[in-house]
């Protein structure tokens, strides 16, 4: 039997050590996931995604409100029934055909020493009463001081910002829009749907 010499056998060896290494995943190491604070969530509509990050130091329980509701696939099929060109675009109650979506227990507000509505900025819908958010939520389509907290007079709880699709979020605020009446007195004329709503 004829005995291959070190230098024969070489390339073999740096073969198994290649693999020896990708197996344990030396070799190209995994994309870390978004930070536990500032976690991401994608929007992809039907006209162009969006992604948001998230500030859970700022608004933790907003933030843990909001990506239950992502979680549960619930935004997914919603549309945003409301666009005030200059103002907001509010979404996360109706889904296309006008049904409202029950939602789960009001959130407490944390508007106060909070972060403030800025354009790009994503922040909680709610009634007179302050304490009323539950799923729907706005985009601030430009710096909206009038609706941040004055003093210890609460506002309305912004809790991200988007990272990345601001272009989408033009094209929303820019849609046409008609008064279909009740809650869709300001809705686009071609309904805006949130296809599927995730984290990334």
Do not use: C, W
Not at 32 to 49: F, I, M, N, Q, R
Not at 67 to 72: N, T, W
Not at 165 to 186: H, M, S, Y
């Amino acid at each position: 039997m004829e005995l291959k010499t070190f230098a024969q056998k070489r390339p073999i060896l740096k073969t198994l050590a290649l693999i020896a290494l990708t197996s344990v995943g030396l070799a190209a190491p995994a994309a870390s996931a978004a930070p536990a604070d500032k976690p991401v969530v994608e929007l992809h509509t039907s006209v162009g995604d969006l992604r948001v990050e998230l500030d859970a130091e700022r608004a933790p329980a907003t933030v843990a409100n909001f990506l239950q509701y992502v979680d549960s696939g619930f935004y997914d099929g919603l549309q945003f029934h409301r666009v005030i060109a200059g103002f907001v675009a509010q979404g996360g109650g109706y889904a296309a055909d006008g049904s409202e979506r029950p939602t789960r227990a009001t959130v407490k507000n944390e508007s106060v020493g909070g972060l403030g509505n800025a354009r790009g900025t994503i922040a909680m819908a709610r009634k007179p009463d302050p304490d009323s958010a539950s799923a729907q939520f706005y985009f601030n389509l430009k710096d909206n001081d009038s609706l941040n907290a004055k003093g210890d007079t609460p506002g309305y709880t912004v809790f991200g910002h988007i990272v990345q699709g601001e272009d989408v979020l033009d094209r929303i605020g820019a849609a046409p829009t008609a008064n279909k009446g009740g809650a869709f007195a300001q809705a686009p004329r071609e309904p805006i749907l949130i296809i599927k709503a995730k984290r990334i």
